[in-house]
């Protein structure tokens, strides 16, 4: 598995991190100027995106994260808060690790529904109990990241403490993300190289 092109390559760390990173130093050194450091980010995520336009590259990831950085600039702007600059990314955090958490009880992981449409085998995985389950144990290990990343940014958000909150926006950003798709990946290896291989990015990269 090509590590560096699952996560978007050189740009996309940058889109993973850049606006938030300069959100909070505009933040900073403008006086606590909200609306100011929203519009760097904001400015900074929708160049990115234009540079994968204008090369031709896929823009799926690259466009969520564009809105998700417009929808936390527009809330920061309006409230004049600079930690709710990071709620819409903590909310997208609680949907995905709800929704995992549905999929496993109702028997339907998401790994499967998401593995089934790039290979193109369709339902036949669910009537395979052992690959059930294998897509089953993979699925916690997503509700194990988002449930770090929360447990570790929400106290940083209620707390207002925005520098350190960009910090784990970060950290618990791309890295994590990163290691999950490896930890998938060594789960699943068996029946992804039967598959032939995995060349995906799975949501919830932010």
């Given amino acids: 598995m090509p590590l560096a092109e699952a996560v978007g390559g050189k740009l996309g760390v940058a889109e993973a991190t850049l606006p938030f990173i300069?959100?909070?130093?505009?933040?900073?050194?403008?006086?606590?100027?909200?609306?100011?450091g929203?519009?760097?980010?904001?400015?900074?995520?929708?160049?990115?995106?234009?540079v994968r336009l204008i090369r031709g590259e896929s823009t799926q990831f690259a466009i969520s994260g564009l809105v998700g950085v417009a929808l936390g600039a527009f809330v920061a702007a309006r409230t004049g808060d600079a930690s709710t600059f990071f709620l819409p990314g903590i909310l997208i955090n609680v949907a995905w690790l709800t929704a995992y958490l549905i999929s496993i009880g109702i028997r339907r992981p998401l790994i499967g529904f998401f593995l089934s449409k790039l290979t193109g085998e369709g339902e036949s995985w669910y009537s395979d109990r052992d690959r059930r389950r294998a897509y089953s144990r993979a699925s916690w290990i997503w509700v194990g990241l988002f449930g770090l990343r929360l447990?570790?940014?929400?106290?940083?958000?209620?707390?207002?403490?925005?520098?350190?909150?960009?910090?784990?926006?970060?950290v618990t950003g791309l890295p994590l993300f990163a290691l999950g798709?490896?930890?998938?990946?060594?789960?699943?290896?068996?029946?992804?190289?039967?598959?032939?291989?995995?060349?995906?990015?799975?949501?919830?990269?932010?």
């Fill in 151 to 170: 447990a570790i940014q929400l106290p940083l958000f209620l707390t207002d403490a925005v520098a350190p909150l960009a910090a784990a926006r970060v």
């Fill in 38 to 50: 929203a519009i760097v980010a904001l400015a900074i995520s929708a160049t990115l995106t234009a």
């Fill in 181 to 206: 798709l490896w930890l998938t990946y060594a789960l699943l290896r068996p029946i992804l190289e039967e598959a032939g291989g995995l060349r995906i990015r799975l949501p919830g990269g932010g």
């Fill in 22 to 36: 300069a959100f909070t130093v505009v933040w900073t050194a403008s006086d606590q100027d909200v609306a100011l």
